[in-house]
């Protein structure tokens, strides 16, 4: 299974990022596995914001709800690609952002994209 994060590199404050997560050698619609997003901000750990589910259910953080009150995960079976949308961004918003399947549970990742450099700046 390969995963890579595709994006604008450059996001202004108050606009939205949106990224998205391109699978394959794997179906995002395969029962039991769970599709999300990491972001790690510079000098900080990593952060789990949020998967979506075979079904389309999705899940959001709920340690920070001012960041899952911004935070939308959708996902394009036909191209088998699932997105992020991060609204209202500021420049605490940038970071390396990853994408991920989870197996199991949704923080047990085995599988992950080499992730993506957001900056939020004007």
């Known amino acids: 299974v390969q995963l890579q994060e595709s994006g604008p590199g450059l996001v202004k404050p108050s606009q939205t990022l949106s990224l998205t997560c391109t699978v394959s050698g794997g179906s995002i619609t395969a029962n039991s596995y769970y599709w999300g997003w990491i972001r790690q901000p510079p000098g900080k750990g990593l952060e789990w914001m949020g998967a979506i589910d075979s079904s389309g259910s999705t899940y959001y953080t709920d340690i920070t709800p001012s960041l899952k009150s911004r935070t939308s995960i959708s996902r394009d079976t036909s191209n088998n690609q699932f997105t992020l949308q991060l609204s209202s961004v500021t420049p605490e918003d940038t970071a390396v952002y990853y994408c991920?399947?989870?197996?199991?549970?949704?923080?047990?990742?085995?599988?992950w994209g080499k992730g993506t450099q957001v900056t939020v700046s004007l």
């Open positions: 991920s399947r989870s197996t199991g549970n949704l923080r047990t990742m085995d599988y």
